[in-house]
């Protein structure tokens, strides 16, 4: 069933999601001379690779996350979460609408946590028992 809902959430709308983070991702890479965006540029790339196949993992606290991942976080908040996490909480909304998008809207409710604060995460298999290896 996961590979299933994976390829229909591909279809409508997975691969240009995964291709914007993607493309974030090296909008970050390019500009290698400030190093503050490398860091972002690597979240992009998880969020990019979650975007395009959520069904069946789930995103994790990294308990060796330090002080760094927060300060990180306040600032991927004001520069580009608060507008991705409501991106995704408009679509997901709009996929529950109907009963055929119900899984692909609680997909779009699953990137929420991750685009929001996406430094000190790590995504995993979902039956995984939930910590960093």
């Known amino acids: 069933m996961r590979l299933l809902l994976n390829i229909i959430w591909l279809i ?3 691969l240009w999601l995964a291709i914007g ?3 974030a991702a090296l909008v970050c890479f390019l500009l290698f001379f400030l190093v503050i965006t490398v860091p972002f540029g690597i979240a992009a790339l998880r969020m990019a690779n979650f975007a395009l196949w959520p069904f069946g993992r789930k995103v994790v606290q990294r ?3 330090g002080d760094a991942s927060l300060v990180g976080n306040v600032l991927w908040i004001i520069f580009a979460g608060w507008w991705l996490a409501l991106g995704h909480l408009t679509t997901g909304i709009a996929m529950c609408l109907t009963i055929i998008g119900i ?3 609680l997909a779009n409710f699953k990137l929420i946590p991750v685009s929001l604060l996406p430094l000190g995460k790590e995504i995993v ?3 995984s028992p939930g910590s960093f290896v």
């Open 21 to 23: 983070y993607a493309l």
């Open 63 to 65: 308990p060796d996350a």
């Open 103 to 105: 899984p692909l809207g």
């Open 12 to 14: 409508f709308g997975g």
């Open 125 to 127: 298999d979902a039956d």
